[in-house]
């Protein structure tokens, strides 16, 4: 079986020294890249992030606490020497295009070449509470990506006229580090993102669904591919993946039932929880598009926590031993999975296993390179 990459969450909040230590350490364990997310509001409400929830509250003010994922990549970037550094992911929204494509050739430079640039259509939480509009993301987004590769590939001024931005004689000097620009990885999910990446894209970054999903999804993007003359194989089949991890089965359920691991899942498309045989907690479609944290009460809160059973977070992590979630990635691998990003919420379960957890991930890697 082909070796599947590993990816690590990289540090959100200081000391900014510790995520270069952090990104330093990952590499000399052997994983593959280090992923920073892009948010301006985390995805808990203030109103859970307490401490009769979560020990997290009594030594983190708030659950809003992130760094800039372009300057980390480029800090860490400049301080690592074989591992990749990616966001996962940012938008064309706050994100002009072609400033996007600016801070992506400077990391290109930066990092000699190992930047991986994650985009999505974007998440209501972080665009709305800002003053910005979240009408037709994946339509901006295909667009932004069309005027960040003129810009990379032009040789002179170009002009563009779009439904979103227009280019009127407008010039990005700066080549690429090496012979291509940065890789473009997107978060898509329904049709038209996966035709998007099919289309447009280097590598695809879903959360997690089923295997036999992934597959399909998989195979969506690979015609697209073909359809628009790509070769699908230089596409890299990714997943942002949480990963619950505990030493025994009797932890794990615990953290299964923890109530910020089980508030995360509100962010799952209402169809999963009625598939799943569970009344979804939103009446909106989708989290991602329809959540926004600092408007919801403490009632309301504790309402959508009781409304996610632990069989849920089953479905929405990869939740077990390390030699558990190894097995449990084996029909993942199977289905053309090449990258996994393993983001460690372990801590929103049990903060006194965050340290272990981190290690774990080490033993889980050793496994999965072992199959």
């Not at 994983?31 to 409400?45: E, N």
């Not at 990885?185 to 879903?206: F, Q, S, V």
């Not at 009460?297 to 030699?323: M, N, Q, W």
């Not at 097995?327 to 372990?346: A, C, D, F, K, Q």
């Amino acid at each position: 079986m082909r070796r599947l990459e590993l990816g690590v969450p990289g540090q959100i909040m200081p000391p900014a020294e510790g995520a270069v230590r952090f990104a330093q350490r990952a590499e000399a364990d052997g994983f593959d890249a280090v992923w920073w997310p892009d948010h301006l509001m985390g995805w808990h409400a203030d109103t859970m992030w307490t401490p009769d929830l979560t020990p997290l509250a009594a030594v983190q003010p708030n659950p809003h606490t992130y760094f800039d994922p372009l300057i980390m990549m480029g800090v860490v970037g400049a301080q690592t020497e074989r591992i990749k550094v990616g966001v996962v992911v940012t938008d064309l929204i706050r994100r002009n295009p072609a400033m996007a494509a600016a801070s992506a050739l400077t990391l290109d430079h930066v990092t000699k070449g190992r930047a991986i640039i994650g985009l999505g259509s974007g998440e209501k939480l972080n665009v709305t509470p800002y003053g910005m509009s979240f009408d037709k993301p994946v339509a901006k987004l295909s667009e932004g990506i069309d005027v960040m590769r003129l810009l990379w590939e032009a040789d002179g001024p170009v002009s563009y006229d779009g439904a979103f931005h227009r280019l009127d004689h407008a010039v990005l000097g700066l080549a690429p580090y090496g012979a291509t620009p940065p890789e473009i990885w997107t978060a898509a999910h329904g049709p038209r993102m996966l035709r998007l990446t099919g289309e447009k894209a280097d590598g695809w970054l879903p959360t997690k669904m089923t295997a036999p999903d992934y597959g399909s999804a998989l195979t969506t993007i690979a015609r697209s591919a073909q359809d628009a003359g790509r070769d699908p194989d230089a596409i890299t089949p990714g997943m942002l993946g949480y990963v619950l991890m505990g030493p025994d089965e009797e932890t794990v359920r615990r953290l299964t039932e923890a109530p910020l691991v089980r508030a995360l899942c509100v962010l799952l498309p209402s169809q999963v929880f009625r598939d799943l045989g569970v009344e979804p907690p939103l009446d909106a479609g989708s989290g991602f598009h329809d959540f926004i944290p600092t408007t919801i009460g403490r009632a309301e809160s504790l309402r959508i926590i009781d409304a996610i059973p632990p069989e849920v977070v089953r479905h929405y992590a990869f939740c077990g031993t390390p030699k558990q979630v190894a097995e449990e990635l084996s029909p993942y691998r199977e289905n053309g999975l090449r990258h996994l990003v393993m983001w460690n919420i372990t801590a929103f379960g049990d903060p006194s296993l965050a340290r272990w957890s981190f290690e774990a991930m080490k033993e889980l890697r050793l496994l999965l390179d072992a199959q």
